[in-house]
């Protein structure tokens, strides 16, 4: 594997050396920045990424009025670390939020980083983040130490709470508003609802100056729930109705940036933190064709539908396959509002040639990097992808049902303590497997299916 190896050690150097391409035309303001982030949403669980049962009219017009990103990709499957990358630019492992932070956690996003909310803040940008921050829930970690004007939502995810499908000591879930908790155990039907009617009053209120509204939704993530008025309206059960949910909320946005006479400057981009929580059975997502899901770094982990709109700017119903990665938002968005990056290395690369369509937009990365936890365990470079030897969790019986993991009845109290790897798989009903080094074509094998290793030992 000798030019992979080259690849490695290039990709953490060559954050550095990154530059952009191209720009906006010289009659073009920088733009407000919408980004929707899906939690635990599969790569087929859209209509115009694959979904038969679940209906996403509203989500499907960005991929007619804007491009479908088919390779996109987060740096690790699991929340904390997928949106640290996204904030900062740099995969979670060089700034210290590997894995996932919970009601006990002590870390959180350090001082020292630089948030995209903050880059943009220095620009005049009006902020605010509606949702899950998941970055840190002590008060030196709040979003409104880190860039944000506005936070609502709450600090990690909705099963660390009462209502965890399988741990029953876990206490009070916080609403927080600012950085006052203003309810406790608010009720989940109500979470897409009330994230959207806080983000059209931040529109509203911020219809004449640049803005960026980070709406990091804390649905599909398990347990879910839906409004009434979606309930039992999908062909997938209350999984389908929380997702076309969520398509309801991206047509409330939407309208409302054309309401505002905003969305002709208006930058949005829809996506998820990582792959479906394929335990959860009904209750879970799908990333067919995809291998696998959250929690491995196999494709149906690492790589999220992605959705890119800004009329008249970024090409209409295209259909790019090039590899790009959340980091890359962070470098793309600093060119295109003239903000400096910051100085210390990031991992993202400017992308705008590649959002933008250009003819010679290609993937500037030699190599994409898939971590779990402390473990460099895959790699991707053009086509190839490389998973070193390491275990994973897959779902080995029956998935779950009623909103519970798989193995749920055999599950027992002193294993749900264990930590590592094990102890994921004793919450969430997998079982630990293991792949060894094992090399794929992802253009003719996107389910990594067949290790070709043996075939071309050059690679």
């Known amino acids: 594997m000798t030019v992979m190896s080259r690849h490695l050690g290039f990709c953490f150097a060559v954050a550095a050396l990154w530059h952009t391409s191209a720009a906006l035309a010289a009659d073009a303001s920088p733009p407000n920045v919408v980004l929707i982030f899906a939690d635990d949403l599969g790569y087929a669980d859209v209509g115009c990424f694959g979904a038969k049962d679940i209906r996403t009219p509203n989500i499907d017009r960005l991929a007619t009025e804007g491009t479908r990103f088919t390779s996109f990709y987060v740096s690790q499957p699991v929340c904390t670390a997928s949106r640290a990358s996204l904030m900062t630019g740099c995969y979670a492992n060089r700034v210290g939020l590997a894995g996932a932070l919970n009601h006990t956690s002590k870390a959180g996003i350090h001082a020292d980083e630089v948030l995209l909310p903050e880059l943009l803040q220095q620009r005049g940008y009006a902020t605010a983040i509606f949702g899950k921050w998941h970055l840190g829930h002590r008060p030196e970690f709040s979003p409104l130490r880190h860039g944000f004007n506005e936070f609502l939502g709450i600090p990690y995810s909705n099963d660390n709470g009462p209502l965890h499908p399988v741990v029953k000591t876990i206490p009070s879930l916080p609403w927080i508003d600012g950085e006052k908790t203003a309810e406790l155990d608010p009720d989940q039907s109500q979470f897409t609802r009330r994230l959207t009617e806080r983000a059209l009053r931040f529109l509203a209120a911020n219809k004449d100056r640049p803005f960026f509204l980070y709406l990091p939704h804390i649905m599909p993530h398990v347990p879910i729930f839906a409004s009434e008025k979606f309930k039992g309206r999908s062909g997938r059960g209350l999984y389908g109705d929380v997702v076309e949910e969520l398509d309801w909320s991206v047509g409330e946005i939407v309208a409302a940036l054309k309401r505002l006479n905003l969305e002709d400057n208006t930058l949005l981009i829809f996506t998820s933190d990582n792959g479906p929580f394929l335990s959860y059975g009904e209750h879970a997502g799908s ?173």
């Open 287 to 459: 990333a067919t064709p995809l291998r696998e899901g959250k929690l491995t770094t196999f494709e149906g982990g690492v790589r999220t539908p992605c959705l890119i709109r800004w009329p008249k700017i970024i090409p209409a119903g295209r259909t790019c396959d090039e590899p790009v990665a959340s980091i890359d938002l962070l470098p793309t968005i600093a060119k295109l509002i003239d903000a400096p990056v910051p100085k210390h290395p990031i991992d993202g690369l400017d992308v705008w040639p590649i959002l933008s369509g250009q003819p010679d937009g290609r993937t500037p990365h030699e190599a994409l990097l898939f971590f779990s936890g402390d473990e460099l365990q895959a790699v991707r470079s053009g086509d190839w992808k490389l998973h070193f030897a390491h275990d994973y969790l897959t779902v080995a019986g029956p998935p779950g049902k009623g909103g519970k993991p798989a193995n749920y009845e055999n599950m027992k109290p002193k294993s749900i303590e264990e930590s590592g790897i094990r102890g994921i798989a004793s919450r969430h009903g997998y079982e630990v497997r293991r792949i060894e080094q094992s090399l794929f074509n992802l253009k003719d094998d996107p389910g990594e299916s067949r290790d070709v290793a043996k075939q071309h030992p050059t690679v």
